[in-house]
């Protein structure tokens, strides 16, 4: 079994899922271990899979105009949010920073499944929160062969090329900012508070 990134509650609307992450170049023996229940779990729910995921798309909160991604908070810890969703064309990979895969805890497989379906389907991806490594991060989730991606995103100083820069949708950059600027000042605010 491959190492953990990262355990805690995976959390979208009103569904919560103890979920773990692993590195993407460390899950030969994850996606082993889960790919057959990811499988059997679509199989059985073919002829529900279509209203479920009518389902999820209506209860979700999607960012219309973008500007809703501004106002996203410092996640609790152990707790990966994920505050809304975009097309997959309004993010570029040249914003990804470090990959990592998914899994639930046992037990946990099915609303994991039909959140890679709807993904997968619809072409959204999630925009949230994460603290990783001690450190608050915002993050992408979208689908790859049927699992479910977890990239972190690069801040717009951390884009040095401005070729790189020019792929960031503007509104994301200053939720980007945003979040960042809020991050640094919980951190001076927690180093206060210890002195």
Not at 18 to 25: H, K, Q, R
Not at 117 to 123: Q, R, T, W
Not at 153 to 158: I, K, S, V
Request: hydrophobic share 40%.
């Amino acid at each position: 079994m491959s190492r953990s990134a990262w355990t805690g509650m995976f959390s979208f609307g009103m569904v919560n899922i103890p979920s773990y992450l692993v590195a993407a170049d460390e899950i030969s023996d994850e996606v082993e271990r889960h790919k057959p229940t990811f499988d059997e779990i679509r199989e059985k729910n073919k002829t529900k899979r279509d209203f479920k995921i009518h389902q999820f798309t209506q209860q979700q909160h999607f960012f219309k105009d973008l500007s809703d991604i501004k106002s996203l908070s410092i996640p609790p810890r152990h707790v990966m949010q994920i505050h809304g969703f975009l097309p997959a064309q309004e993010i570029d990979s040249a914003c990804f920073d470090k990959s990592f895969i998914l899994f639930p805890e046992s037990g946990a497989t099915e609303p994991l499944v039909l959140l890679i379906d709807a993904l997968e389907e619809k072409e959204f991806v999630g925009i949230g929160t994460i603290y990783l490594r001690n450190k608050p991060v915002m993050l992408a989730v979208h689908t790859k062969r049927g699992l479910l991606m977890v990239n972190t995103l690069l801040y717009p100083d951390q884009l040095n090329d401005d070729d790189k820069a020019a792929h960031l949708n503007k509104t994301l950059k200053e939720a980007l900012e945003s979040f960042e600027q809020k991050v640094a000042d919980a951190a001076k605010h927690e180093s206060s508070a210890r002195a």
